[in-house]
């Protein structure tokens, strides 16, 4: 598993949810997680979520702070558990804030405040992940918080978020290696 912040800003528009988009932007062919900051816009017909494209949502955001995950195997309860797990070390490394944030399913709210997006999917030849969490509370077309209401600084909360997954994916691969198996 590996993990890069990438520096320069990117619009997250939804189109990156594809395979092989971390390797086209960074080189890495493996399993990874990747971070950047950038607007988020995603049109009604760009949404994953079938819920939300029906019911005409969009996702907006002036800033953001986007994580992009690539496993490759094809496994959809696995990638949400995965997805679920990155929005829970989110969540613990939100804990220093006086806010109390909540986990409920795959979003993270400070009371009625969403702060949070989240999907995951299956390319044809991977899982896919995108969680993106607002810096910006302004012009938002729900009620949100953002980092910024927090005083968190993004590029550092990134880096601190990706070395955890990494370290979690492998922790995990390595619990699954060192049990034998019983009958």
């Not at 709210?109 to 509370?137: E, M, P, W, Y």
Request: proline fraction near 2%.
């Amino acid at each position: 598993m590996q993990g890069k912040f990438i520096t320069e800003p990117i619009t997250y528009t939804g189109q990156e949810l594809r395979s092989h988009w971390i390797y086209e932007k960074t080189g890495i062919l493996d399993d990874a997680i990747i971070a950047f900051r950038g607007p988020a816009r995603v049109e009604a017909e760009d949404l994953v979520d079938l819920k939300d494209k029906r019911e005409g949502a969009f996702i907006y955001s002036e800033d953001m702070l986007h994580f992009l995950v690539e496993h490759f195997e094809l496994d959809l309860e696995k990638a949400i558990l995965r997805q679920r797990l990155l929005v829970s070390i989110l969540k613990d490394e939100l804990r220093g804030t006086e806010s109390l944030i909540e986990q409920r399913g795959d979003d993270l709210f400070d009371g009625q405040r969403k702060l949070s997006v989240a999907i995951a999917t299956l390319s044809g030849v991977s899982s896919l992940i995108h969680v993106g969490i607002n810096i910006s509370s302004q012009g938002t077309p729900v009620k949100t918080k953002g980092l910024a209401d927090y005083g968190i600084d993004p590029e550092a909360f990134a880096q601190v978020i990706v070395v955890r997954y990494c370290q979690e994916i492998e922790r995990i691969r390595l619990a699954r290696c060192q049990v034998r198996g019983v009958r």
